[in-house]
T-cell receptor, first 115, second 114 residues
């Protein structure tokens, strides 16, 4: 079975600063993918970034980067230059090869960006 | 191109009724998966459909069912509604079933059971 742990229920960051949201995972499968999604209060899950377990480089998408440390089983999301619009719930999720598009989600981190 | 579309966005039902939710995937996507989100249980996988066949199922009772049509649109049905079925139901679509980061969600259908 897979497990995703997000230990930060809530985080505060000042506008224009960088913030790191933690995610650790547990799986015995050698092949897997890790996702980060943003969920504003409207409810939509917005895809941010994806990292495959065999990807050699850390994924980056604009202001988002994923700090992938395979040996430590961590996949932290780094948001650079935070904006007020980044305030939302952030979920880390995992999918294992052979599991199709079944994602296992963490409990999420509520991020609040302040002026 | 249009994103994942879920209808209805909001609905209110009473215990014992049934409900059908619809999901239209991104054009060309063949996989549709469904998730239930509640404050207590978080996000939980319901089922996945690919090419009109259920490929994967989560740990939910038989009251929860779904199907996929030839145009990849999917519906999920919940029969004999219970108060605990109140949740945000999200669907996600993808062209492939795995080995890709392409998995996009809709805005969800928020169900309230009274």
């Amino acid at each position: 079975a897979q497990k995703i742990t997000q230990t930060q229920p809530g985080m505060f960051v000042q506008e224009k600063e960088a913030v790191t949201l933690d995610c650790t995972y547990d799986t015995s499968d050698p092949s897997y993918g890790l996702f980060w999604y943003k969920q504003p209060s409207s409810g939509e899950m917005i895809f941010l970034i994806y990292q495959g377990s065999y990807d050699q480089q850390n994924a980056t998408e604009g202001r988002y980067s994923l700090n992938f440390q395979k040996a430590r089983k961590s996949a932290n999301l780094v948001i650079s230059a935070s904006q007020l619009g980044d305030s939302a719930m952030y979920f880390c999720a995992m999918r294992v090869t052979g599991g199709g598009n079944k994602l296992t989600f963490g409990t999420g981190t509520q991020l609040k960006v302040e002026l | 191109k249009a994103g994942v579309t879920q209808t209805p966005r909001y609905l209110i039902k009473t215990r014992g009724q049934q409900v059908t939710l619809s999901c239209s995937p991104i054009s060309g996507h063949r996989s549709v998966s469904w998730y239930q989100q509640t404050p207590g249980q978080g996000l939980q996988f319901l089922f996945e459909y690919f090419s009109e066949t259920q490929r994967n199922k989560g740990n939910f009772p038989g009251r929860f069912s779904g199907r996929q049509f030839s145009n990849s649109r999917s519906e999920m049905n919940v029969s004999t509604l219970e108060l605990g079925d109140s949740a945000l139901y999200l669907c996600a679509s993808s062209f492939h079933r795995e080995n890709t980061g392409e998995l996009f969600f809709g805005e969800g259908s928020r169900l309230t059971v009274l």
